[in-house]
């Protein structure tokens, strides 16, 4: 689906004006060592909230916590994959083939000494910063874009196969920031939310279950935009869930949120002050986390 210049707003701003902190109090984002950001694909929050198709995802979001009132950016994907790492649209082309000079997400980890992966299911080596291969899509993968990356090998070599992020985890080794990236077949784009809940529960059911994380990680499960008919502060109502051993259990947030307040999620966690493009217009997503 192609979304009208005019409705997405090119230039970067916020697609809607966001609320003065919903907590109402002084509550801060927990610090945490690792964050790992997984994406789903274009199904909006009715779609998966309560389907008894996703009984995985939706035993997280019962048992942890929920974003009901979650809007995406934009239509189509790889808007708001940027939205989530450089705080702007930067553009509402799929097939968009530019490098992005912007401060981004690799660009403030990388200052503030915090190390970041991408593991990307179908990606078909290490460093990878072609084009679509087999499952994998280039558009899924913001960090391929980023000029911090293309023009530093060193830097493309965090761009791995997903294969790879089960390695890390059994040797303790997970990078500060994960993005996980499944392939078109287990994100819900071309497979059945069935198939996507399945690959999550073998997936990342050992996540949750490493001592590592328990001590103080952090998940988020986020869908990119809504169904192609879902308008909703453009890019439809979706589903975030947020998981961790700091994290509220069984609450439901309904606050306003965006990808831009994402973003800005998971430098917070990390204690990473430098928040880029939108990231540093938004209210923090304290209320998820419980008090010390």
């Keep these: 689906m192609v979304c ?144 911090d990356v293309v023009n530093d090998t060193t830097q493309a070599a965090n761009i791995v196969p997903f294969a790879q992020f089960g390695s890390d985890l059994s040797a303790g080794t997970l990078p500060a920031f994960s993005l996980v990236v499944p392939n078109l077949n287990h994100d819900s784009h071309n497979g059945s939310l069935a198939q996507a809940d399945a690959w999550l529960q073998t997936n990342i059911a050992p996540l949750l279950s490493n001592p590592q994380f328990q001590q103080d990680g952090l998940l988020i499960l986020a869908y990119d935009e809504g169904d192609t008919f879902d308008l909703q502060q453009i890019g439809g109502h979706v589903a975030v869930v947020i998981v961790g051993p700091k994290v509220k259990t069984g609450f439901r947030s309904t606050a306003f949120y965006q990808h831009e307040s994402t973003l800005r999620l998971i430098l917070d966690a990390l204690g990473v002050s430098s928040l880029p493009g939108n990231a540093a217009g938004v209210p923090s997503m304290a209320e998820f986390f419980r008090n010390p």
Excluded at 24 to 34: F, I, M, Q
Excluded at 47 to 55: E, L, N, T, Y
Aim: hydrophobic share 35%.
């Design 4 to 147: 009208s210049l005019a409705l997405a707003g090119c230039g970067g701003t916020a697609t809607a004006t966001t609320p003065a902190n919903p907590t109402g109090n002084s509550a801060t984002v927990a610090s945490s060592t690792h964050v790992i950001l997984v994406m789903e694909e274009n199904h909006s929050y009715g779609d998966v909230i309560g389907s008894s198709a996703m009984p995985y995802l939706n035993g997280l979001a019962n048992q942890y916590s929920l974003a009901t009132r979650y809007f995406a950016n934009a239509h189509p994907s790889i808007p708001n994959y940027f939205m989530l790492t450089t705080g702007h649209i930067e553009t509402l082309n799929d097939s968009f083939t530019g490098t992005i000079t912007d401060n981004n997400l690799a660009r403030v980890l990388n200052t503030a000494g915090k190390s970041w992966r991408v593991y990307a299911e179908d990606l078909p080596s290490a460093g990878y910063l072609g084009g679509d291969t087999a499952a994998y899509v280039k558009r899924h993968n913001p960090f391929a874009y980023f000029s």
